[in-house]
């Protein structure tokens, strides 16, 4: 099975812009989860969508935000970007089995705010 | 919420010797202790996973051990080589159907010394 993908893998945008990053999660999986990744924050949950339903969100501003498309595809949009919002944006998919969940993440999208 | 801490922030290691990494968690209902191994560059990628119903796990030369009471979980690499340099991330989790977020710890750079 392919991996999770995630479109594009770089972004350089200016401050005040808006950014839309995208993420298949793998074939069959149906529940895709984002984090946002930084040197200062490290590795910090955004939010989780499963069935095109938000079930968790993390403590970010209003100005993230996301959905999924019926076929499991995530976006995740921010608005009026700042220098803050610079860093690498994972996603991941997860697999549900008997014994339990395990997220597999794609590449990220390396996002740079001037 | 959860809380992860992880220790130590860096460790450095004569290739064939062991190196342990160690995490604790706040929230007890926290079932699901994940670590990932993330490369310069590259995605976290899953190298042993543990629940909370096992005290310890081993696959080849990576070990993870839970003490629940504690509150507390251990990745155990023996035998080290330089392809294990890398930057290790635990993360815990309320593994149940309909809540997939990880919480991570700030991540421990592992360099192996030839």
């Known amino acids: 099975k392919a991996g999770v993908t995630q479109t594009p893998r770089y972004l350089i945008k200016t401050r005040g812009q808006q950014v839309t990053l995208s993420c298949s999660p793998i074939?069959?999986?149906?529940?895709v989860s984002w984090y946002q990744q930084t040197p200062g924050q490290g590795l910090q949950f955004l939010f989780e969508?499963?069935?095109?339903?938000?079930?968790n969100k993390g403590n970010f501003p209003g100005r993230f935000s996301g959905r999924q498309f019926s076929n499991s595809r995530s976006e995740m949009n921010v608005s009026t970007l700042e220098l803050g919002d610079s860093a690498l944006y994972l996603c991941?998919?997860?697999?549900?089995?008997?014994?339990?969940?395990?997220?597999?993440f794609g590449p990220g999208t390396r996002l740079l705010v001037l | 919420g959860e809380n992860v801490e992880q220790h130590p922030s860096t460790l450095s290691v004569q290739e064939g010797d062991s190196a342990v990494i160690k995490c604790t968690y706040s929230?007890?209902?926290?079932?699901?202790f994940p670590w990932y191994k993330q490369e310069l560059g590259k995605r976290p990628q899953l190298i042993i996973d543990i629940r909370s119903n096992v005290g310890e796990k081993k696959d080849q030369r990576i070990a993870v051990t839970l003490n629940k009471t504690a509150k507390h979980f251990s990745l155990h690499i023996t035998e080290t080589q330089p392809e294990d340099s890398a930057v290790y991330f635990c993360a815990a989790s309320k593994a149940n159907f309909g809540n997939e977020k990880l919480t991570f710890g700030t991540g421990t750079r592992l360099t192996i010394i030839p």
């Open positions: 929230d007890s209902a926290s079932n699901y």
């Open positions: 969508y499963f069935s095109e339903t938000q079930r």
């Open positions: 991941a998919s997860t697999l549900w089995t008997s014994g339990g969940e395990t997220q597999y």
């Open positions: 074939s069959g999986h149906r529940s």
